[in-house]
């Protein structure tokens, strides 16, 4: 099969490479559509020691199974492989699996590929009617999606008067935007610093789209990070009200940026989120089906062969749109 292999630190290749085999309990899907998230760049750059070159990344796919007991179905793919045993499983939080793998990350092969190996249970089914294309970004629009509950949750308010606030017009953000207004929440504000991107999204009838530098102080109930650098950690203590949360995603940068003494003297909740459970997954899957979060005409799609120009795009700042999908 062809497929995208990242080859070290700021190289990708379009490359022949051996087919995937399905193992026990695995499906064999073709692969449709396949998004580049940010931990895909994270990789490019030689930022992610959890994902060593050469590797197949991607993980954010659909396609049709070609090879399994499902074969011939449109699916989804979740690519987060948990245990399903340990008490983390067990609790309905598999997120938290001690020993969960992702497609993209060793062992797994990603979905930046014609071909890729999926266990049975990750599988969602795609009704007909339903873009494949649309159908791929359940898994990063699960992120957000899991994010608003566990805020939503912690704030105990009726979300309809909430004020909102997300950091960072990538698909992570917009994402949580799009589940905060499925959600009933009337007034939601997304600040991207890039103007190309901003201009795009301000036609989003869901959320306000503005600058970095024009979120108000301490006005809003919850902040969403969706990109997680010290700048925004910062941005998201300035702007969160006191007894408000601050919903941390993103994983640009390990340290730094909280005012801990803000969120002490002002009893302001953190919490950190990773990914989504099954449930979350499907959930959201389910609010794509049902067009719950909006037409999703944002993406851009390109031929996965042109996934090099496409990683030294989002690169340089000259991508307007939020996801680039890749299509085999």
Same mark, same amino acid.
């Given at each position: 099969?062809?497929?995208?292999?990242?080859?070290?630190?700021?190289?990708?290749?379009?490359?022949?490479?051996?087919?995937?085999?399905?193992?026990?309990?695995?499906?064999?899907?073709?692969?449709?559509?396949?998004?580049?998230?940010?931990?895909?760049?994270?990789?490019?750059?030689?930022?992610?020691?959890?994902?060593?070159?050469?590797?197949?990344?991607?993980?954010?796919?659909?396609?049709?199974?070609?090879?399994?007991?499902?074969?011939?179905?449109?699916?989804?793919?979740?690519?987060?492989?948990?245990?399903?045993?340990?008490?983390?499983?067990?609790?309905?939080?598999?997120?938290?699996?001690?020993?969960?793998?992702?497609?993209?990350?060793?062992?797994?092969?990603?979905?930046?590929?014609?071909?890729?190996?999926?266990?049975?249970?990750?599988?969602?089914?795609?009704?007909?009617?339903?873009?494949?294309?649309?159908?791929?970004?359940?898994?990063?629009?699960?992120?957000?999606?899991?994010?608003?509950?566990?805020?939503?949750?912690?704030?105990?308010?009726i979300p309809d008067t909430l004020r909102c606030a997300v950091l960072g017009g990538g698909t992570?953000?917009?994402?949580?935007?799009?589940?905060?207004?499925?959600?009933?929440? /009337?007034?939601?504000?997304?600040?991207?610093?890039?103007?190309?991107?901003?201009?795009?999204?301000?036609?989003?009838?869901?959320?306000?789209?503005?600058?970095?530098?024009?979120?108000?102080?301490?006005?809003?109930?919850?902040?969403?990070?969706?990109?997680?650098?010290?700048?925004?950690? /910062?941005?998201?203590?300035?702007?969160?009200?006191?007894?408000?949360?601050?919903?941390h995603i993103g994983l640009g940068e390990a340290t730094g940026g909280l005012d801990v003494r803000?969120?002490?003297?002002?009893?302001?909740?953190?919490?950190?989120?990773?990914?989504?459970?099954?449930?979350?997954?499907?959930?959201?899957?389910?609010?794509?089906?049902?067009?719950?979060?909006?037409?999703?005409?944002?993406?851009?799609?390109?031929?996965?062969?042109?996934?090099?120009?496409?990683?030294?795009?989002i690169r340089a700042g000259r991508c307007a749109a939020p996801k680039i999908m890749l299509t085999?």
């Amino acid at each position: 099969m062809k497929a995208l292999i990242y080859q070290g630190a700021g190289r990708m290749g379009w490359c022949d490479s051996p087919d995937p085999v399905a193992g026990d309990g695995e499906s064999l899907v073709r692969v449709h559509h396949s998004g580049i998230c940010g931990s895909d760049m994270h990789a490019f750059l030689g930022h992610d020691e959890r994902r060593p070159a050469p590797l197949i990344l991607g993980h954010e796919a659909s396609g049709i199974v070609i090879d399994g007991p499902a074969q011939g179905q449109r699916v989804t793919i979740n690519p987060l492989v948990t245990c399903g045993t340990c008490p983390a499983c067990r609790s309905g939080r598999g997120n938290l699996c001690a020993n969960r793998q992702i497609l993209s990350m060793p062992p797994r092969q990603g979905a930046f590929a014609e071909l890729v190996a999926v266990p049975h249970r990750n599988l969602v089914a795609v009704p007909d009617g339903v873009d494949l294309a649309n159908a791929a970004l359940c898994e990063p629009l699960a992120c957000g999606w899991h994010a608003v509950r566990l805020g939503l949750n912690a704030l105990g308010q009726i979300p309809d008067t909430l004020r909102c606030a997300v950091l960072g017009g990538g698909t992570i953000g917009v994402g949580a935007a799009l589940a905060l207004h499925a959600a009933g929440v /009337a007034e939601i504000t997304l600040v991207e610093p890039n103007p190309i991107r901003r201009h795009r999204l301000a036609a989003m009838p869901e959320f306000t789209t503005m600058g970095s530098d024009q979120l108000p102080d301490s006005s809003s109930d919850m902040v969403i990070d969706g990109v997680g650098h010290v700048a925004t950690r /910062a941005a998201a203590c300035a702007a969160v009200r006191p007894g408000g949360a601050i919903l941390h995603i993103g994983l640009g940068e390990a340290t730094g940026g909280l005012d801990v003494r803000r969120m002490t003297l002002q009893e302001i909740t953190f919490i950190g989120t990773y990914t989504y459970t099954d449930r979350d997954f499907r959930d959201t899957a389910q609010a794509i089906f049902d067009g719950r979060l909006g037409t999703l005409g944002w993406v851009d799609h390109r031929p996965l062969s042109d996934g090099p120009a496409a990683f030294d795009d989002i690169r340089a700042g000259r991508c307007a749109a939020p996801k680039i999908m890749l299509t085999p």
